[in-house]
């Protein structure tokens, strides 16, 4: 697959959505392009509307208007399916709460990606991720046995298994201490790089977007 000019590109995108006192619009024309291989830290208020324009990235949420092109395609037009097949094909995403099934060893959380998707080499591809973010020696953990900075980085092996082209990050040190998350931080750049992912990272903290080589600012649905 031809690498396309723009990872994201988002033109004239709306979201407006139902609340008790009338339709809440959300997102207010969003233009926003993110080439290959750049990083980028979307900052903003609580209620900016970040974490729904990352939603929109992912195909998690349906834009009410504008076009939605991710890696190259417009995604838009994509049924629930086609939007999951999409984001286990060419998308990472890592959460502010880890999002990690209880029920599943560290081992087996960062397979399911790479299982979901056929991958016959699996384990030792997930086992090898889990090095990767210095995990090796908890591969056969639970979440419940693990401590918050390594659930995430048990998170951030899920994400970055299946070697998305895209890595979106939502508030990803925010249920971390400082010095956890700054380690959680340091493997995610260097890890994303190494793969040559292209990362939209969405956080209040001035430092942490200052190490993305661009900041993008957005207020009450707009990007400034």
């Known amino acids: 697959m031809p690498i396309p000019s723009a990872i994201i590109d988002l033109d004239a995108v709306t979201l407006t959505l139902p609340g008790p006192a009338g339709p809440v619009n959300v997102l207010r024309g969003v233009n926003l392009r993110v080439a290959p291989g750049e990083s980028v830290g ?19 949420e349906r834009a009410t208007a504008g076009r939605v092109t991710v890696v190259g395609q417009d995604i838009g037009p994509l049924d629930e399916d086609a939007r999951a097949r999409f984001r286990r094909d060419h998308v990472g995403i890592v959460f502010q709460a880890f999002h990690l099934v209880p029920a599943m060893t560290a081992l ?22 889990l090095a990767d973010v210095g995990l090796a020696q908890r591969a056969d953990h639970y979440p419940s046995q693990l401590s918050g900075g390594e659930q995430q980085r048990v998170a951030l092996a899920r994400a970055l298994a299946p070697r998305p082209e895209l890595l979106l990050a939502d508030e990803p040190t925010g249920n971390l201490d400082t010095e956890t998350g700054r380690h959680v931080i340091d493997l995610m750049f260097r890890l994303g790089v190494e793969r040559g992912a292209t990362l939209l990272l969405i956080t209040h903290d001035m430092m942490l977007a200052r190490r993305c080589g661009r900041i993008v600012p957005m207020a009450d649905g707009r990007i400034l």
């Not at 903003?44 to 324009?53: E, F, I, N, V, Y």
């Not at 087996?108 to 991720?129: K, M, S, W």
Request: without cysteine; hydrophobic residues 50%; glycine residues 12%.
């Open 108 to 129: 087996e959380n960062v397979a399911l990606p790479l299982e979901l998707a056929g991958r016959r080499d699996a384990a030792r591809a997930a086992r090898d991720t």
């Open 42 to 60: 979307l900052m903003g208020p609580s209620g900016a509307g970040k974490t729904s324009l990352m939603m929109i990235v992912a195909g998690l």
